[in-house]
């Protein structure tokens, strides 16, 4: 095997006129395999090619001289050479110092025309597939803070885009076991079956609730900045499930349902308010043509009108200790009302035509009953002692009816 040469000639004995060949004959011999020594390192042919490369073979210790297996050769140019400029190749000998990609250490920008959906101006890919296996992921200087996935899942049939939180779990929930990965953002596109298409927005981590708040901008500060704003959902049809209940807040006066238009500027049909809800003329209507519908309060219950905080009529088995249901009318008080309680009449307004109604007075209240109509009964005129009794009073003639006790 051919060895570098390491001795080298002494050279004193040649640096003279009076120096003999006998006396220089080592100098020589040193110098000669030196020669031999160096030559026999390189395996140049007797007509080398262009562009080959010497490379070094460590079995037979000596530089062959070959082809570059790069593909490349001396750079021969270089074009655009201005500071900070990303270079590429341009060929196999010149290279290029790219305008739209800058990166001078610190900062970097890259710039260029998008040719449609799948022809951006970056495409980041990677060669495998997973909920776990990032494009990119953004780091700042205290750790690692979120990665962002794209992956077509054959198996689920969908393509998904997660942005994952805190990815090394850092600072996963103490307590309990959790996992990098628990905490994140997915949206999905479902594509079975085909000829339908469903997107779902997942949230995981939420333990203690997902939030979502609008606000408004700094809107020249002064306690104006930053308001809370509306938060608008629109759809042919708005749905809201909930594995526990469904609570609807609101952190002013009222939370309103709209009717009218779907831009949401439409009547308040219905407002809870803090202590009320206004109904707005709100009406139950039967949609499936099949009749009245039925309206069931279940247990037990009190319906009451109040008018200026007085309780006018009220409708209750609150108080009854069976099934048995209270009608109450006028103001409620402690003195008995005078006057009209509670009314069946034909029809409302001027045209209306009282059918029977209920009067209360300090003794206790009596029925009015306007125009009755009594078929196959004999009323007599005279008005017998008798203790028990029914008074009908008819256009002004009082009639009794005896009672027998039970």
Excluded: C
Aim: aromatic content about 8%.
């Amino acid at each position: 095997m051919a060895t570098w040469p390491t001795t080298n000639p002494v050279g004193t004995t040649t640096d003279a006129d009076s120096d003999s060949i006998s006396g220089a004959r080592g100098d020589i011999n040193q110098t000669i395999d030196n020669i031999i020594e160096v030559v026999n390192m390189f395996n140049i042919p007797a007509s080398p090619t262009d562009n080959y490369i010497l490379k070094y073979n460590a079995s037979s210790g000596v530089f062959d001289m070959e082809a570059d297996a790069s593909g490349g050769g001396v750079v021969t140019g270089y074009t655009n050479g201005v500071d900070n400029r990303i270079i590429t190749s341009s060929g196999a000998t010149t290279i290029n110092a790219e305008a739209s990609a800058i990166w001078d250490g610190s900062n970097g920008s890259f710039s260029g025309t998008a040719g449609g959906l799948t022809s951006p101006v970056m495409e980041v890919a990677t060669d495998n597939s997973g909920w776990n296996r990032p494009q990119m992921m953004f780091t700042d200087s205290n750790d690692d803070v979120f990665s962002m996935v794209g992956q077509l899942n054959t198996g689920s049939k969908n393509y998904q885009y997660t942005i994952v939180m805190d990815p090394n779990n850092t600072h996963g929930r103490t307590g309990v076991t959790t996992y990098a990965g628990d905490y994140g953002f997915y949206f999905n596109k479902v594509y079975d079956p085909a000829d339908t298409s469903t997107m779902v927005h997942n949230v995981y981590g939420a333990h203690n609730g997902y939030y979502v708040t609008a606000y408004g901008d700094w809107n020249d500060g002064g306690g104006n900045q930053y308001q809370l704003k509306s938060i608008v959902f629109t759809g042919d049809e708005v749905k809201f499930r909930s594995g526990d209940n469904i609570r609807i807040e609101g952190t002013e006066t009222q939370v309103n349902i709209n009717g009218g238009g779907g831009d949401g500027a439409g009547t308040a049909q219905m407002s809870v308010k803090s202590d009320h809800i206004d109904l707005n003329d709100l009406y139950l209507k039967s949609t499936t043509g099949a009749g009245p519908q039925a309206v069931t309060v279940k247990d037990r219950f009190d319906v009451e009108v109040d008018v200026d905080a007085n309780l006018i009529a009220e409708l209750t088995n609150a108080h009854a200790t069976g099934l048995g249901v209270r009608v109450q009318g006028g103001v409620d008080t402690s003195t008995p009302h005078t006057g009209e309680l509670f009314q069946v009449a034909s029809a409302s307004g001027s045209g209306n035509d009282v059918m029977l109604q209920v009067d209360g007075d300090s003794a206790g209240g009596f029925v009015t009953i306007e125009k009755p109509k009594l078929t196959g009964v004999t009323v007599s005129s005279g008005a017998p002692t008798i203790t028990h009794k029914f008074q009908i009073t008819i256009n002004g003639t009082s009639y009794y009816i005896g009672l027998d006790p039970v």
